[in-house]
């Protein structure tokens, strides 16, 4: 065994110490724990247990008679039963609550139920529904799905990190819940973002839910109502920020390299703006870090944007565009924006960078405030007079595209919206913020105040309008068309560091799923229900760029990265017990 460890640790790809994911449906595999798994117990262990489906040869082998009703059931029979009642539910929070208990009590049949339900699902497990379920994690918390990690632990994190019970993690995903959606300083009660990323990484890239490890950094909030609230789970002070905030975040990143190796990535998840910049320049080589806000986001809004020049025409350099929002999620998607028109153009990435304006809660960045800037904003302070509103930047600069990140609802109105449509036969208007209350604009807004005209797209999702007599289908840009296929492709190639062009190949490889049926609706992304066969080219696309730039360490390189990509991916269909 612990040459097998040795083995399996030092190798690249997707581990699988048991051989769970390599059993054929029909083989039979061993429910392992730290012993073998047997009644009572086996019905408490969310990896193996089946509920009903257990055959009755499983329950005498492993002593469940008694424990279960007669009744044996499959995994389908279940999965009706289970959406069944979830729709019986009208309050969303509720379908939440019922997918974490059932991902506590069986963990197979979640992944089954999230993979064959995706585009309902997938709103409820995350945004916008998370959202509120952050917001009341305190009071709905019933057990641990990941780590907690507070200024408590300061000089013991690598103690901590070996109280999880899984020893082999491949992906993290850490907040300090400072900046949670669009819903500001949630402190400890972030949680629910990183374990609902880690489902969505299992779900849609099929990484393995054992590799996983959800883990919100505790150093305080300032959210004075949680300060007050009794059934607040996290720290009851003001946020530990300068020296002993890095020091925190220096042990922890350490801590993690030491405790599972160079090749496990890291992603950053709704911190700050302040510390999303300055941890990512710092630890991006050093280790397998990504920031998913700054990176992730900037990914799929450029995916959508490959994608629509099939509608707007001409290539991405030729058109204009004006950001609302100039934040990590603003300066994220222009920073890409203009590295894939230097890659398809050649021109200098300053040039590139001068189709690109943004508006912040100042007005128009422009040269004569660059003193005054933050550091990432500076880049885009162009030369232009001072604009104050949204409004008057759109008729001075005349974008064919507008993409809001400001994280505040109703910015762009009709009047806003309206001027786009006059400037443009076809305006992209991108109201990115979320959850669905902070978007900048509705579908039904923009379809209706551009008379059918705009081609929209958002974060959060909304439902088909009609409109005189034309039904149009929304595009969601939503990170989870990126995140779980990148990661995977990261994870099967044993990529040691993250690099812009890897996030190049996986907008390329989002825009190229997007079909002629989805252009016709006027949608520039490929709806949901393909997914995973979209996530194994994004991670073949992401692994390819990998092994091309001499970042991959799993050799020699797959022949084949997608049906590999495939290979690795979890499925979630019972096993059978011997």
């Known amino acids: 065994m612990e040459s097998t460890l040795k083995e399996l640790s030092n190798g690249g790809g997707v581990e699988d110490l048991y051989g769970e994911d390599r ?6 595999i061993t429910p392992w724990t730290f012993s073998v798994a047997s009644g009572y117990s086996l019905l408490r262990d969310p990896h193996y247990n089946k509920g009903l489906a257990f055959t009755d040869a499983e329950r005498d082998a492993h002593y469940l008679r008694g424990l279960l009703p007669p009744s044996v059931s499959n995994q389908e029979l279940q999965e009706k039963k289970v959406m069944h009642n979830l729709r019986l539910y009208q309050v969303p929070l509720q379908r939440y609550m019922a997918m974490m208990d059932l991902q506590e009590r ?3 049949l979640f992944y089954k139920l999230l993979i064959d339900n995706v585009e309902e699902l997938l709103p409820v497990v995350y945004t916008p529904t998370v959202g509120e379920a952050c917001q009341k994690y305190g009071s709905i918390f019933k057990r641990p799905q990941g780590l907690f990690i507070s200024l408590k632990e300061k000089g013991k994190i690598l103690e901590v990190l070996k109280n999880w019970p899984e020893k082999s993690i491949q992906v993290i995903v850490v907040t300090d819940g ?10 400890c009660q972030g949680m629910g973002i990183p374990v609902g990323k880690l489902s969505l990484y299992t779900a849609l890239g099929g990484v393995r839910p054992s590799v996983c490890l959800p883990i919100t ?4 909030t300032n959210n004075q109502q949680l300060l007050d609230d009794e059934f ?5 002070q003001k946020r530990a920020r300068g020296q002993e905030y890095a020091e925190l975040l220096l042990e922890f990143m350490s801590a993690v390299k030491q405790n599972y190796g160079e090749r496990v990535l890291i992603q950053f998840e709704d911190f700050a703006n302040h510390n999303a910049f300055e941890l990512l320049a710092k630890y991006r080589t050093t280790h397998l870090v990504f920031n998913d806000d700054i990176q992730g986001t900037a990914s799929v809004v450029l995916a959508g944007l490959i994608a629509s020049l099939k509608l707007l025409g001409g290539t991405l350099a030729d058109h204009t565009f004006l950001f609302l929002g100039a934040g990590e999620a603003g300066t994220g998607i222009a920073e890409l924006i203009a590295l894939e028109i230097t890659k398809k153009t050649s021109v200098p990435l300053e040039v590139a960078r ?15 405030r660059v003193e005054s800037l933050q550091h990432f904003k500076k880049p885009w302070a162009h030369d232009h007079e001072p604009v104050k509103e949204l409004i008057d930047a759109v008729k001075a600069i005349k974008p064919t595209v507008l993409i809001g990140t400001s994280g505040v609802g109703k910015t762009f109105t009709k009047e806003v919206v309206e001027a786009m449509a006059s400037l443009n036969p076809k305006p ?20 209706t105040w551009s008379k059918g005209h705009a081609i929209f797209a958002s974060g959060s999702p909304f439902d088909p309008f009609e409109f005189e007599g034309r039904t149009f289908v929304s595009g969601q840009a939503n990170n989870a068309y990126i995140f779980p296929g990148f990661g995977l492709g990261i994870i099967m190639s044993g990529t040691i560091r993250v690099h812009d062009d890897m996030l190049l190949a996986a907008s390329e490889a989002l825009a190229a799923e997007v079909t002629e049926d989805d252009y016709l609706k006027g949608r520039i992304y490929p709806p949901f229900t393909n997914i995973r066969k979209i996530s194994a080219h994004i991670a073949a696309e992401v692994a390819a760029k990998a092994y091309e730039l001499g970042l991959a360490t799993h050799l020699p390189r797959p ?3 997608v049906k590999y990509a495939e290979s690795c991916m979890y499925t979630p269909v019972y096993r059978h017990y011997r």
């Open 23 to 28: 059993a054929t449906e029909d083989q039979t």
């Open 232 to 236: 607040y789970i996290g720290l009851k």
């Open 217 to 220: 950094i505790d150093v305080g």
């Open 428 to 447: 992209l208007v991108m109201a990115l913020s979320n959850p669905t209350s902070q978007a900048e604009c509705t579908a039904e807004e923009a379809y």
């Open 106 to 108: 069986n963990e197979r």
């Open 354 to 368: 001068k189709k690109i304006w943004l508006v912040d809660s100042k007005g128009l960045i422009v040269s004569s």
């Open 178 to 187: 400072e900046r949670i959606l669009g819903l500001g300083d949630l402190g």
């Open 559 to 561: 022949k084949d990265l």
